[in-house]
Structures are given as structure tokens and as C-alpha cells.
T-cell receptor
Framework: SQQGEEDPQALSIQEGENATMNCSYK?????LQWYRQNSGRGLVHLIL?????REKHSGRLRVTLDTSKKSSSLLITASRAADTASYFC????????????FGSGTRLLVRP | DADVTQTPRNRITKTGKRIMLECSQT?????MYWYRQDPGLGLRLIYY???????NKGEISDGYSVSRQAQAKFSLSLESAIPNQTALYFC???????????FGSGTRLTVV
């Protein structure tokens, strides 16, 4: 069963706009990670946020984590056409010995 | 060379055939994983290995087997392929904390 569920499933925005993707999960976690996948390619690790952190930044990426609501969000600011990809959250559950469970992803389209 | 190399990149095979997908990594990590990706379902864990002598089943191990030949090599076998095993297969590796997986480029498998 999927641990993380992303919302929305698909998102289309204009270049320059911000993109926000949300992830909800079910059980307590050690950390939550976000990955990016260009069409049909391997996933690339973007950012990790630990369960005791609330916000983290990396370049144009901002991730928040609310453990009380079991949810996370990924914000991409000033989006570019090259940001077009699928984005996945993955959770490292406390009972899972550091193996990741992935959500179903958000497909982001950034229109030039 | 890529950190994680999967072979073959694409494969078409017939129902009932045995097929092996191979993965090698140059990260020097102990942990390796096999995931399957189907459209709209994200990635699901098939098998994982935390070191050469350790093999564990994931969510969807039925119909699959694995072999960890060395720290750097982890292969996935379909003993008797069936059409619903048509999918994109990914190998990944991580350090012992699982903080940031490195993925291969994937093997697109079609069972006809």
C-alpha cells in the first residue's frame, strides 16, 4: 500500500509562477524525501526533511513538514519549463529500517 | 559512468520466459533496492538488500527473485514472466541511513 499520497495528481502552470505540491502520509516517519523524475527516467533526489524539522530550503525549493497533520509540501518558486517533470514524496517510516515508500506522484507541466 | 547502471534498458520477452535484470553501482553503498513503476501507481518496492548476506521481500515480491552477487551487484529475476509484469523497473542504492537514494535509469520491460 502507498504510504504517501501526493496532491494534486497533475498541475499545469505558466513559467515564472510558483508550483505547490502536497504529500500526505499515514504513519510516523524518520524523514520525508522529495524526488524528481523526468519522463521515463530515473528518479533524482531533491531534498530531505527530518521529522524534527519544519521547513527546509534548497535553491528554488522549499519544503515544509507538519508531523501533526502527517503532511508535507514542496514549493518550487519562479518555475521554468525545465522544471516539467513528475515529483514524488517518499517516507522513511519509523518501523521500516530506512527503506523508502513512495507516493504516486504529481505531474508538473510548466508552460513557456 | 553512471553511479547506478541497469541493463538492459529495454526488453521485450514472451510469457513464460525467465528474464534477469541486472544492476551495478559504484557508490560503495551496502544497501540496494528494486522498485517497479506502473503508470499512476508510483514506485513499489519489490526486494531490498542491506548487505551481501541480507535479502528482504518488499511489498510486491511474488513472481520475482533476487541475487546479491557482490556489494556492487544486485540482480532481479522473473522466473516465468507474465504480461502484468510489464512495467518500468528501477534499481537504487543508498547509504545505511537511506538518506537520499541514487537511482538507475530504469529497465522498460514488456511481456507479450
Amino acid at each position: 500500500s502507498q504510504q504517501g499520497e501526493e496532491d494534486p495528481q497533475a498541475l499545469s502552470i505558466q513559467e515564472g509562477e510558483n508550483a505547490t505540491m502536497n504529500c500526505s502520509y499515514k504513519t510516523s516517519i524518520n524523514n520525508l524525501q522529495w524526488y524528481r523524475q523526468n519522463s521515463g527516467r530515473g528518479l533524482v533526489h531533491l531534498i530531505l526533511i527530518r521529522s524534527n524539522e519544519r521547513e527546509k530550503h534548497s535553491g528554488r525549493l522549499r519544503v515544509t513538514l507538519d508531523t501533526s497533520k502527517k503532511s508535507s509540501s514542496l514549493l518550487i518558486t519562479a518555475s521554468r519549463a525545465a522544471d516539467t517533470a513528475s515529483y514524488f514524496c517518499a517516507t522513511d517510516r519509523m518501523d521500516s529500517s530506512y527503506k523508502l515508500i513512495f507516493g504516486s506522484g504529481t505531474r508538473l507541466l510548466v508552460r513557456p | 559512468d553512471a553511479d547506478v547502471t541497469q541493463t538492459p534498458r529495454n526488453r521485450i520477452t514472451k510469457t513464460g520466459k525467465r528474464i534477469m535484470l541486472e544492476c551495478s553501482q559504484t557508490k560503495g553503498h551496502d544497501r540496494m533496492y528494486w522498485y517497479r513503476q506502473d503508470p499512476g501507481l508510483g514506485l513499489r518496492l519489490i526486494y531490498y538488500s542491506f548487505d551481501v548476506k541480507d535479502i528482504n521481500k518488499g511489498e510486491i515480491s511474488d513472481g520475482y527473485s533476487v541475487s546479491r552477487q557482490a556489494q556492487a551487484k544486485f540482480s532481479l529475476s522473473l522466473e516465468s514472466a507474465i504480461p502484468n509484469q510489464t512495467a518500468l523497473y528501477f534499481c537504487a542504492t543508498s547509504d545505511f541511513r537511506g538518506q537520499g537514494y541514487t537511482f538507475g535509469s530504469g529497465t522498460r520491460l514488456t511481456v507479450v
